[in-house]
């Protein structure tokens, strides 16, 4: 089973700055990864799916790195709406994974 | 627009049993696959089971094998979990997930706004 193991665990940054969110598998993943944002009281939403996808009416400061084991999320000017908990998940087999979530704070 | 919506969550006994439903609306149900995702409170997300479109196949997280059954009713586009033996450590907010897609990789394009389960004496 693939680890996924998210770093930093709490970001504490200002509205305007750069968020860079990392996760890190424990084997190659190709590019079969996702990246969740979940608000307080919400349900977790899809942002970027296959490395670098944005889903669906999700805005261009969020784009998706990486490849094999180590990715990338960031978000260019952080934004109110943005200070959440972000996952990023991975799927070939059974079981499907999530990381640990990396929390993005007002500073 | 996928709607998903959850329900039969509440506060059972250790050793008891809940069914969850989830009605989804907005999409083809029976052409994918759906999925259940708890959230322990406080905690972050973990992938509990799936069943396929067309009621197989199903897969779980080893926790929860033999005591949880997936399944579904196309017919009435409802999803079910079937949760048996429960344990305090099954306390959760219980998310169903709709696959984003009908085939390739699993990326949960939409999620119900989920159903609290709380296993307690």
């Known amino acids: 089973e693939i680890v996924l193991t998210q770093s930093p665990v709490t970001l504490s940054l200002s509205p305007g700055e750069s968020a860079t969110l990392s996760c890190r598998a424990s084997q190659s993943v190709s590019n079969y990864l996702a990246w969740y944002q979940q608000k307080p009281g919400q349900a977790p939403r899809l942002l970027i799916y296959d490395t670098s996808n944005r889903a669906t009416g999700i805005p261009a400061r969020f784009s998706g790195s990486g490849s094999g084991t180590d990715f990338t999320l960031t978000i260019s000017s952080l934004e109110p709406g943005d200070f959440a908990i972000y996952y990023c998940?991975?799927?070939?087999?059974?079981?499907?994974?999530f990381g640990g979530g990396t929390r993005v704070e007002i500073k | 627009e996928v709607q998903l919506v959850e329900s039969g969550g509440g506060l059972v006994q250790p050793g008891g049993s809940l069914r969850l439903s989830c009605a989804a609306s907005?999409?083809?149900?029976?052409?994918?696959?759906m999925n259940w995702v708890r959230q322990a409170p406080g905690k972050g997300l973990e992938w509990v089971s799936v069943?396929?479109?067309?009621?197989?196949?199903?897969y779980y997280t080893d926790s929860v094998k033999g005591r949880f059954t997936v399944s579904r009713d196309n017919s009435k586009n409802t999803l079910y979990l079937q949760m048996n033996s429960l344990r305090a450590e099954d306390t959760a907010l219980y998310y169903c997930?709709?696959?984003?897609?009908?085939?390739?990789?699993?990326?949960?394009?939409?999620w119900g706004q989920g159903t609290l389960v709380t296993v307690s004496s």
């Open positions: 998940q991975y799927h070939s087999n059974w079981p499907l994974t």
């Open positions: 997930a709709k696959k984003k897609e009908v085939a390739g990789v699993t990326y949960l394009g939409s």
């Open positions: 069943i396929g479109g067309g009621g197989v196949p199903t």
């Open positions: 907005g999409f083809t149900f029976g052409s994918y696959s």
